[in-house]
């Protein structure tokens, strides 16, 4: 007896139909149903689990997940959101650094340190949310920008002073 293959689905082009599971750049979002070479199916798409046969039962399986991921994604917009408020509240936030008498920094402070300064009154901002032109090379209060993620931008104070100094 032999064994017969399963067939894939075909496009109207003689490439295969596969339904997207993840969005794969260049080639769709998830849900997107896309016609694809047969070797770009076999050994990328299929084994990576980036794109499954469209039949009725995986369809169904894909709209539960899309409404899944779509419910973390609204649940983690109000989470920046509400981080955002929070970040908006504080008046300033403190910065130390070494200077010289006219007030230039040894250093510089860069989105590291005004990450760490967040940290420290509680709210979890990366390094990589902060957007800076330059790198901070003088004493003084500046007004940062926070790129939160998800369209959420705030901006937040920062007094960089010498240590053991309080801001005026």
Do not use: W
Not at 129 to 153: A, F, S
């Amino acid at each position: 007896m032999v064994k017969q293959r399963s067939q894939l689905p075909k496009g109207r082009h003689g490439n295969l139909k596969l339904v997207l599971t993840e969005d794969v750049q260049y080639l769709g979002k998830q849900g997107d149903v896309v016609e694809v070479r047969p070797g770009y199916a076999r050994n990328y798409l299929l084994p990576r689990g980036l794109a499954t046969v469209p039949t009725e039962h995986n369809l169904r399986l894909l709209e539960r997940y899309k409404i899944r991921v779509k419910q973390a994604l609204e649940a983690r917009i109000a989470d920046l959101r509400a981080l955002g408020a929070q970040i908006a509240a504080i008046p300033f936030i403190t910065i130390e650094a070494n200077a010289n008498e006219e007030g230039h920094l040894y250093g510089s402070v860069g989105a590291a340190e005004i990450s760490k300064g967040l940290r420290a009154k509680n709210l979890s901002v990366d390094p990589e949310m902060v957007k800076l032109e330059g790198p901070i090379k003088e004493m003084g209060l500046y007004e940062v920008n926070l790129n939160l993620g998800h369209e959420i931008e705030t901006k937040v104070k920062v007094a960089v002073i010498k240590p053991q100094q309080q801001p005026k």
